[in-house]
Nanobody, 124 residues
């Protein structure tokens, strides 16, 4: 089992920045890729960003490219999502996920473990 705990969400004005963190514990040796997803009110969960074990490969949704950056610190078993130039449409609950995968999954069904989520609200 892998436990994931997100933090760093909050309320920010449009154009502002937030950094989300996701701390992993448990059988972290078996975790290869980490991802961030989000679910806005009334919408389906969508992929945001993902990173492989080494940090050498990343993937982003088109809607966040150039604004969001995913990174990881394996010594701390933590993955980050730096969110800049935030827009009201970025408002959602953001979820961290972990996948036993050597590639960078961009679909939720490829992930094995999920956090509880952290709320991000961007005001206009």
């Amino acid at each position: 089992q892998v436990q994931l705990v997100e933090s760093g969400g909050g309320l920010v004005q449009a154009g502002g920045s937030l950094r989300l963190s996701c701390a992993a514990s448990g059988r972290t040796y078996s975790v290869y890729a980490m991802g961030w997803f989000r679910r806005a009110p009334g919408k389906e969960r969508e992929f945001v960003a993902a990173i492989n074990w080494s940090g050498g490969s990343t993937a982003y949704a088109d809607s966040v490219k150039g604004r969001f950056t995913i990174s990881r610190d394996n010594a701390k078993n933590t993955v980050y999502l730096q969110m800049n130039s935030l827009k009201p449409e970025d408002t959602a609950v953001y979820y961290c996920a972990a996948a036993n995968s050597m590639v960078v999954p961009t679909t939720g069904r490829r992930y094995d473990y999920w956090g509880q989520g952290t709320q991000v609200t961007v005001s206009s």
